[in-house]
């Protein structure tokens, strides 16, 4: 943009934040080109020394997804050292049931998040130091934290809704109201859910009925409120997508035509 000033001169006008702006959300990946360096990496000399290097630069570019597989290590790591009643009490005391709720709901929201049940959770690590570092390094840290908290704290809140209702109309025993429910399922189905703007046309599409058949038929055999809860994650981390993508396209829009001002 140029403005004249009193003299005739130019004078210079601020950038606004908006001519630097760049959102994620309007990036798809390039599926065959992820698949020729895939390749290339296959019929390379150094399969192994090219792994490793991956690998560190997809994990150097994903903190918060590192830090929270760490966590869940520590946490096992706690259980297993202290006798199973003590483990039994300190997962209830974490847990999302309606009884903790309703006494320490923010604490017991963010606490759930970061424990596990049963033995060493390799999987969930995994998922975490792959799929979730994936969507990190796509989204930026504090984008995919918004994502993740979003799915684990709506879907929880839902959830716990239900179940006060069901409890009060005698719908389900009583008993569910101190039931241990921790982990980090929910806001991990909200990031997948999310991942499928990532994707461009016929990829995404496909992704979102996967998800969308895989949890409903979820719902649909085991019926638990968990299951309940995981479709209504992926619900969430979809609309929050859409929220995102078309606040993203609207900012950047605008940023176009202050450049050609």
């Known amino acids: 943009m140029r403005v004249v000033g009193p003299a005739g001169e130019d004078v210079p006008v601020p950038a606004s934040v908006l001519t630097r702006y760049s959102s994620p959300w309007t990036r798809t990946v390039d599926i065959q080109a992820e698949l020729g360096v895939l390749r290339d990496w296959w019929h390379g000399p150094e399969r192994i020394s090219g792994a490793l290097r991956a690998a560190r630069h997809s994990l150097g570019g994903a903190p918060a997804s590192c ?7 520590v946490t096992w790591w706690t259980l297993r050292g202290i006798s199973d009643h003590a483990g039994h009490k300190l997962i209830l005391s974490q847990s999302t049931n309606l009884h903790n709720m309703r006494r320490e709901p923010v604490q017991v929201l963010v606490a759930s998040a970061f424990w596990t049940e049963g033995g ?3 999987m969930t690590i995994l998922e975490f130091l792959i799929v979730m570092a994936f969507a990190e390094r796509w989204l930026g840290t504090v984008r995919w934290i918004l994502v ?3 799915g684990h704290v709506g879907a929880t809140l839902i959830v716990v809704t239900g179940i006060a209702y069901a409890v009060h109309h005698r719908l389900i025993p009583l008993k569910v109201v101190e039931a241990t429910d921790v982990g980090s399922s929910y806001g991990f189905s909200a990031v997948l859910a999310a991942l499928a703007f990532h994707l461009p046309g016929l990829a995404r599409i496909v992704w979102a009925v996967v998800l969308l058949v895989w949890f409903a038929l979820g719902v649909w055999r085991g019926r638990t409120f968990t299951d309940y809860g995981h ?3 992926v619900l969430i981390g979809f609309a929050v997508g859409a929220i995102s993508l078309l606040l993203s396209r609207r900012l950047e829009s605008l940023r176009d035509r ?3 001002a």
């Open 231 to 233: 479709l209504t994650a």
């Open 258 to 260: 202050e450049r050609q």
């Open 120 to 122: 060493f959770p390799w």
């Open 67 to 73: 830090a929270y597989a760490f966590t869940l290590f």
């Open 148 to 150: 993740f908290a979003a």
